[in-house]
């Protein structure tokens, strides 16, 4: 079982940053891939970017490549979102997501793919 716990979002103008941190318990985080969606009202749950257990091997939407960067401190049990450039459509409860794996380079990018989430953390960018 693990139990993941976003934090950092909040309000920012057009051009920020933020950056969001997910804290999971358990002894194997370092062998979940990790991703994180977004979800923006009416519309259906995305895919932002993805990270593999090693850290090695990362995916990012094209809607937010060269601006996001995803990393993880497996000593922390925590994975990062960085958000640079930030647009009003970046709107949107950010949820992140675990799934166990044996694969150091393995991510994935389907929603059910992953067996645990978070409750998610609201970012808003204002115009």
């Known amino acids: 079982q693990v139990q993941l716990v976003e934090s950092g979002g909040g309000l920012v103008q057009a051009g920020g940053s933020l950056r969001l941190s997910c804290a999971a318990s358990?002894?194997?985080?370092?062998?979940?891939?990790m991703g994180w969606f977004r979800q923006a009202p009416g519309k259906e749950r995305e895919v932002v970017c993805a990270?593999?257990?090693?850290?090695?091997?990362?995916y990012y939407a094209d809607s937010v490549k060269g601006r996001f960067t995803i990393y993880r401190d497996n000593t922390k049990n925590t994975v990062y979102l960085q958000m640079n450039s930030l647009k009003p459509e970046d709107t949107a409860v950010y949820y992140c997501?675990?799934?166990?794996?044996?694969?150091?380079?393995?991510?994935?990018?389907?929603?059910?793919?992953?067996?645990?989430w978070g409750q998610g953390t609201q970012v808003t960018v204002s115009s």
């Open positions: 997501a675990a799934r166990y794996t044996s694969g150091s380079g393995t991510y994935y990018r389907g929603h059910s793919e992953y067996d645990y």
């Open positions: 358990g002894r194997t985080f370092s062998r979940y891939a």
């Open positions: 990270i593999s257990w090693s850290g090695g091997i990362t």
